[in-house]
Nanobody
Framework: QVQLVESGGDSVQSGGSLRLSCAVSGYISSTYCMGWFRQAPGKEREGVATIHSGGSTSYEDSVKGRFTISQDNAKNTLYLQMNSLKPEDMAMYYC?????????????????????WGQGTQVTVSS
């Protein structure tokens, strides 16, 4: 059974930084994708950043240059370093994992492709 547990959400001022963590337990698959998603009130959940088990990363345009996704396999933990936070970054942030067949070199573009989800951690940014 795969479980994802996020932590690190907090309330910060605009321009501040936060690091989110996602502790992973259980086996996903030999080829997988991990991602961070967010959902603001009244809005649809959107992808923020993903990382493939092979190491390739991708970012949503509005966070490029400000957010960095990484993983520590020894600690079974996924991270999202968020710098230069803006009020529009305020949302509930979710960690998710997708099982991939071995020939998938990149993360899926659809949220529906992610099999496992955490409970979320709240990020609040005040101006």
């Amino acid at each position: 059974q795969v479980q994802l547990v996020e932590s690190g959400g907090d309330s910060v001022q605009s321009g501040g930084s936060l690091r989110l963590s996602c502790a992973v337990s259980g086996y996903i698959s030999s080829t997988y994708c991990m991602g961070w998603f967010r959902q603001a009130p009244g809005k649809e959940r959107e992808g923020v950043a993903t990382i493939h088990s092979g190491g390739s990363t991708s970012y949503e345009d509005s966070v490029k240059g400000r957010f960095t996704i990484s993983q520590d396999n020894a600690k079974n933990t996924l991270y999202l370093q968020m710098n230069s936070l803006k009020p529009e970054d305020m949302a509930m942030y979710y960690c998710a994992a997708a099982r991939l067949s071995y020939w998938y070199r990149f993360c899926p573009g659809s949220i529906a492709s992610f099999d496992y989800w955490g409970q979320g951690t709240q990020v609040t940014v005040s101006s």
